[in-house]
T-cell receptor, first 115, second 112 residues
Framework: EAGVAQSPRYKIIEKRQSVAFWCNPI?????LYWYQQILGQGPKLLIQ????????DSQLPKDRFSAERLKGVDSTLKIQPAKLEDSAVYLC?????????????FGPGTRLTVL | SQQGEEDPQALSIQEGENATMNCSYK?????LQWYRQNSGRGLVHLIL?????REKHSGRLRVTLDTSKKSSSLLITASRAADTASYFC????????????FGKGTKLTVNP
């Protein structure tokens, strides 16, 4: 079974530029998450999708961050414009719908550096 | 916030020794999960323990849960250099919700 795929793996941009990250979850996983992990900290949830609908985006900085999951499969996370404090690893995770306790499966992440 | 807090923040041991990491949380939960993150990689699920379980084993891993103290521990026995990683506990943000809240992690270094 293929894992969660993310691209790019690394991205360096200057502040005020735009950037987009892509995630392809495990086939059949209806729930998809985007996390932000700042160096030395645990992942923080940005947004949760169930199929192509948003379940929770309470911690997404909506003035600069946006995310979509067209057709309920792949997802993109965009930052526009980027700030220095956005430097972090952006992790995508997915899980199947069934069951209450199912683990989350994480991709390798995209390391973003904002200069 | 429901965030779990791991202790210690960093741990350095020799190969073959046991490593114990602790996690404390604030409100009632129905499960607690432990994840591992190797440097530069994504998180990997290690083990899930339900609130009605007190102890769970998986290979060299042993997890305990004390709901009265709102704490959990992860024990890695006979550690190997490959166990070098950061370990995170994760709890549902509201009881049994799908949304997980992660602690800051324990960085484990196993010296050969």
């Amino acid at each position: 079974e293929a894992g969660v795929a993310q691209s790019p793996r690394y991205k360096i941009i200057e502040k005020r530029q735009s950037v987009a990250f892509w995630c392809n979850p495990i086939s059949g996983h209806a729930t998809l998450y985007w996390y932000q992990q700042i160096l030395g900290q645990g992942p923080k949830l940005l947004i949760q999708f169930q199929n192509n609908g948003v379940v929770d985006d309470s911690q997404l900085p909506k003035d600069r961050f946006s995310a979509e999951r067209l057709k309920g499969v792949d997802s993109t996370l965009k930052i526009q414009p980027a700030k220095l404090e956005d430097s972090a690893v952006y992790l995508c995770a997915s899980r199947p719908t069934s069951g209450t306790y199912n683990e989350q499966f994480f991709g390798p992440g995209t390391r973003l550096t904002v200069l | 916030s429901q965030q779990g807090e791991e202790d210690p923040q960093a741990l350095s041991i020799q190969e073959g020794e046991n490593a114990t990491m602790n996690c404390s949380y604030k409100t009632s939960i129905n499960n607690l999960q432990w994840y591992r993150q190797n440097s530069g990689r994504g998180l990997v699920h290690l083990i899930l323990i339900r609130s009605n379980e007190r102890e769970k084993h998986s290979g060299r891993l042993r997890v305990t849960l004390d709901t009265s103290k709102k704490s959990s521990s992860l024990l890695i026995t006979a550690s190997r250099a490959a166990d070098t990683a950061s370990y995170f506990c994760a709890t549902p943000s509201q009881g049994g919700s799908e949304k997980l809240v992660f602690g800051k992690g324990t960085k484990l270094t196993v010296n050969p």
